[in-house]
């Protein structure tokens, strides 16, 4: 194990974090739980129906079994959200309020919604789609932020001249496809914070785009880059951050020095903003194939109001633990 998730490990533990686990039937994630509970990195607690609660308790694990009084105050709650007079776009009938009051990630939404948890990991069977949307629907956005998003935690070996591994911060690579310079505002703002929580140490955050202080012209592309760090500075000028700027001279010291002598970061950037998904997803994806002992932990939700974390499908059980101890170090 990396220095970076032992250590996240034991803040994790520091916490005492109740994490709601919605998916009871995957035998990934009950594995996982074990783990957790044995090395006492969080508390976990799975939504249950009476079958799943045999199993659960059976393997020493918490279980919040549903229950029909609290699905009958989901279900009118979710109608109350999701109403025309409450604005929503996506209107609820009161039979498909009902169905989702009886689906357990809804249903751990609600438990979160509460404070009968801390946080929520889910996303072994659901899609990003669903958890974003019972995030949304039930937990909401934090203070000030309008755009949710997430980011990827990268380990990675040295690479500027120290002998102890990197950890980057790669945002946004799950959900918000083409950001607008506001959306890219908020997504700094939000990949800058959750770091702080996560890794313990000072955001220095690279707007990054396929120019460097307008050398590649008056694109549009660079012009958002461009707006977008003017809004960061004027909403959290407390922020180390620059842009637009290429990866290299935001990430050596040497390029920086050549390509922007003035540059704040000079080559130390550790939260790496991408201008699209298309760019961020697929960089994450390279680095984790073309550079051995590589790592990547993620996708982390940022933006909600408590932590939540999306799963990959393919998630193998460590993936899961690393995960839960991210969610469980940001209580």
């Not at 950001?179 to 700094?188: F, G, Q």
Request: with cysteine.
């Amino acid at each position: 194990m990396n220095s970076f998730l032992h250590n996240l490990r034991i803040r994790a533990a520091k916490k005492h974090a109740k994490i709601i686990f919605p998916e009871a039937k995957d035998e990934r994630v009950l594995a996982a739980a074990q783990i957790i509970l044995k090395e006492k990195i969080a508390t976990p607690l799975f939504v249950c129906d009476s079958d799943d609660a045999v199993k659960v308790k059976a393997l020493g694990l918490s279980c919040a079994e549903m229950e029909e009084k609290r699905m009958d105050s989901l279900q009118g709650l979710l109608l109350l959200l999701r109403s025309e007079k409450s604005g929503a776009k996506n209107l609820l009938t009161k039979e498909d309020a009902r169905s989702l009051a009886r689906d357990p990630l809804m249903y751990g939404m609600y438990l979160l919604r509460l404070g009968e948890g801390n946080g929520l990991v889910a996303g072994a069977s659901y899609t990003t789609r669903d958890v974003l949307r019972g995030g949304l629907w039930l937990v909401g956005k934090a203070e000030g932020i309008q755009t949710v998003s997430s980011s990827f935690y990268m380990v990675v070996p040295p690479f500027r001249g120290g002998t102890a591994e990197e950890v980057l911060t790669f945002s946004d690579c799950a959900v918000v496809p083409e950001p607008t310079s506001e959306k890219l505002a908020d997504i700094a703002i939000s990949a800058a914070d959750a770091r702080s929580r996560i890794v313990g140490d000072v955001p220095k955050v690279a707007l990054l785009s396929y120019s460097t202080n307008s050398s590649g012209g008056d694109s549009r592309s660079i012009a958002l880059v461009q707006e977008a760090l003017k809004l960061v500075q004027t909403r959290r000028p407390d922020l180390s951050i620059e842009g637009e700027i290429q990866a290299d001279a935001a990430l050596i010291a040497a390029t920086a020095l050549r390509k922007s002598p003035e540059s704040a970061l000079k080559g130390a950037a550790n939260v790496l903003i991408f201008p699209s998904l298309d760019s961020a997803n697929i960089s994450y994806k390279l680095v984790s194939c073309l550079c051995p002992g590589a790592q990547a932990l993620g996708p982390i939700l940022q933006g909600m109001k408590k932590p939540i974390s999306d799963l990959s499908r393919g998630a193998r059980i460590s993936d899961i633990v690393d995960v839960v101890s991210i969610v469980a170090s940001q209580i």
